[in-house]
C-alpha cells in the first residue's frame, strides 16, 4: 500500500515538473525585462550562490526593473532607491501579509491568520506592536533589558587577574539571548538565583540550543523545504513552544505587556494551545534572530577598528560619570539619545551586514510608474522585491562602501548624520536594515537600545582583546534574504573584569602582540585627544 502511495505521488511530482518545464513565460508588453534561466528553477543556482553580484550584474545589463524566476516563482526586482517609496506606497496592490503570513505560518506552524475567522481579531494583535514597542512604553521595556543585561554580565563575570577566553559571537549570543528572552518572557517565579545559574541555567541554555537549532534550519525552509524534513529544527521549535505553553508561562514573573497582551488576544481567539505557543516561538525569533548578528558585528567592528574604540569609550564614560557608582546603571531616555557615537558604529555594522529582502504580492494586474516615469506592467501573483544591500554597499551613496567607518552616520559636530545622496538628489531610503512600509520592523527602537546598552556595559565591564586584528571576517551568504548576516565562523575574544570599572575610566590605549588585538584601559591622553580633535 505505502509503495503504491509512494509511486502515485511521485508520477504526481513528474507531471507537475513536466508541465512547469514546457511552459515557460513570454514577455507581454510593457512588462520588465525577463532574465531566462532553466525550466521551473529559474536563476536559482546563480542567485543563490551571490545574491548582490547577481543582482549587481542584472542591474548593470537590465536597468531599474526586471524579472526573473526562481524556484517556480517570479520576482520583479526593483533596484532604484528613489523608486522604494513608490513600491510603499502600492498598499492597495501590493500585499505584504499574504506573502510574511504564509511563510510564518508553513515555518512556525500557527494559524492562518489571514483566515476570515481570525484576520479581525489579529488586527488588534498585530497593533499590539506599536502599543507595547514604541513611544512610553518602550523605556520600560529598555530600562528592563538594561537590568538584565547587567544580570547577564554580572554571571561569569571573570576576576580581575584572570584572562578568560570565548568565541565573541558565543560571547554576545549568551548575554543577548539571556537578557532578551528574559526581557520578553519573563523569568520562573519564586527563583532568588539569576537564570543562568543551577538547573534553571541548564534550562536556559537547552531554550538557547533549541533556538540556534531551529534559527539554523531557516536558509533551507526559505528556500522552500517542508519543515517536517527538517527533523532537528522540527523538534527544536515544537521544544520551544512546550516551554512557552500559557500554562508555563503563567508560572513566570515580570512578562513583557507585549507577551502579556498577546497571550490574553491569543486566548480570547481561542486557539488551541500549541498553536498560541508557536506564535510566541514566532515572536521570539523575530526579537533575536536579526539581534544577535547585529550585537555582534558591533562589538566586532568596535573592538578591531582602534578610532572607534577609543571614541566609543570615551562615550561610555561620560554617561557612566553621570550614574551613581554604588547603584545599578538605570538610562534615561535622553542619556540612551545622547550616545550618538554607539549608534554610528551599530548603523555601520547594520550597514555591512544587513541583507534582508523586502517582498510584496501583486494582488492584481497593474502598471506600477517608478520614480524616473518608466511604466512597468506587473502580474498578479508575481514578487516585487526589494534587496535594500543594494543601496548599503552603493559606492555613489557610502564612499568605499565595505570599509567600516565608525562615523559615516555623524556629522561634522558629531550629531547624527541623515543627509545621503545619489547623483546628487537626497535619499529617503538610504538605510533600510529594519524594512519600510507596511513591513517595518516594530522592535527596531527596542533593537536599538539594546544593542547601544550591550556595547555600553560590555565596554564599561571589561577589557578586551581580539585574536585575528588583520584577518576580515566574512558573512555567512547562505542567509542572504533572511535579515542580519551571521559572521561566517566565530572568532576568539579574551576578556578580563576591568580594575577600574567603579570610577571614571581614562582612557584607551591599543597595540598588538602575537596576533592579539590589546585595548587596554591604560591613560594615554594622546589617544583621546587625537580622537577628540576629529
Ligand atoms: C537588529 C535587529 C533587528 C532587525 C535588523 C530587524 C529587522 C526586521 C525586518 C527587516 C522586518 C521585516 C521583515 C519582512 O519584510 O518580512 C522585521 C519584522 C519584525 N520585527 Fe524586527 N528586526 C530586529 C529586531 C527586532 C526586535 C528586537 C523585535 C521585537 C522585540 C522585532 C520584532 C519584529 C516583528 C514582530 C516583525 C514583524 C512585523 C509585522 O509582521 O508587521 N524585531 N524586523
Redesign the pocket.
Known sequence: MATWILGACFFVGVCFLLSRVCWSRTRRAKEPPLVKGWPFFGVILDYGKNPLGFLQAAQQKYGDIFTCQLAGKYFTFITDPFSFSVVMRQGKNLD?HKF?MGFSQRVFGHADFTSPLFSESYREV?SL?RQT?QGPPLQQLSQNMLRNLQTAFQHCLPSENGWKEEGLQCFTTRIMFDA?FVT?FGKKAGLLQPEETGAVGTCMQKVKRDFLAFDGAFPALAAGVPIALCRRAWRAREALAKGLLHGELYHRMCISD?IQRRMDAFDRMHLDETGKARTHVC?LW??QA??LP?AFWSLYYTLRTPEAFVVACKEVDLIMAQIPNDKPISLSKEQLESMTVLESIIKEA?RLS?A?I??RVASDDFILTLDSGQEAAIRKGDYIALYPRLIHLDPDIYPNPLEFKYDRFLDEEGQRQSQFFKNGRQLKHYLV???SG???????F??MN??KQFLMLALWHYDLQLSEPDVTLSPDRTRAGL??LPPSRDVLLRYKARADRGGQRLTSSLRTHSGWIYLHSEAITAAHTSSSSR
Open positions: 505584504f510574511a498585530h506592536f514597542l532578551g520578553l507585549l515572536m523575530a526579537s536579526n539581534t547585529a547594520l544587513s534582508s523586502m517582498i536594515p529594519f524594512g507596511a513591513s517595518e520592523c516594530p522592535g527596531r527596542f533593537a539594546e544593542i535579515g542580519i
